[in-house]
C-alpha cells in the first residue's frame, strides 16, 4: 500500500511540475510588457517556444510589432482574467494600451516560453473567449 501511494505521489508531482503556474504567466507578461515597449524584437524572440529546432523566431514579427505600436502605443498594464479553467492552455490578460485595450491570451509550454500569443481586437465579451 505505501509503494501505491508513493507511486501516486510521485505521479502527481510529475503532472504539476509541467503545469504553468498563475506567477509563471504573470512573469512571462510582464517581460513581454517590458521587451514590447522597448521595441526589443530580439529578446521578445528569445521568450517564443523553438519549435522544431528552427532558428529563433517570434510568433510577433517586426512589422507586426510596429504596426501594434502605431495602433495601440505602449502597453502601459495589464491584469489576469481568472477562468475556471484555462482554454488549450491560454491564459487570458486584460491589456490597457495607451490609445486602446484588449484582451491577451498566452500559452506557455512545459520551458515557460511562449507557444502562442494573440490579442482580441474584436471586442468580444472575455467569457467569450473561454469557450
Do not use: W
Not at 501505491?4 to 508531482?13: E, H, P
Amino acid at each position: 500500500m505505501k509503494n501505491i501511494i508513493a507511486i501516486v505521489a510521485l505521479l502527481a508531482v510529475g503532472f504539476t511540475s509541467e503545469a504553468q503556474s498563475k506567477a509563471d504567466y504573470e512573469k512571462t507578461v510582464a517581460k513581454f510588457q517590458k521587451y514590447y515597449n522597448s521595441h526589443q524584437m530580439d529578446s521578445i524572440c528569445y521568450m517564443c517556444a523553438n519549435p522544431n529546432d528552427q532558428p529563433k523566431t517570434s510568433h510577433i514579427t517586426k512589422e507586426q510589432l510596429d504596426h501594434f505600436m502605431s495602433e495601440f502605443g505602449e502597453l502601459n498594464a495589464y491584469k489576469y482574467v481568472p477562468a475556471d479553467e484555462p482554454h488549450e492552455g491560454v491564459m487570458l490578460f486584460q491589456t490597457d494600451f495607451r490609445k486602446s485595450s484588449h484582451v491577451m491570451g498566452i500559452s506557455l509550454n512545459k520551458d515557460k516560453k511562449i507557444e502562442k500569443i494573440f490579442f482580441n481586437v474584436d471586442d468580444k465579451p472575455v467569457d467569450s473567449l473561454h469557450r
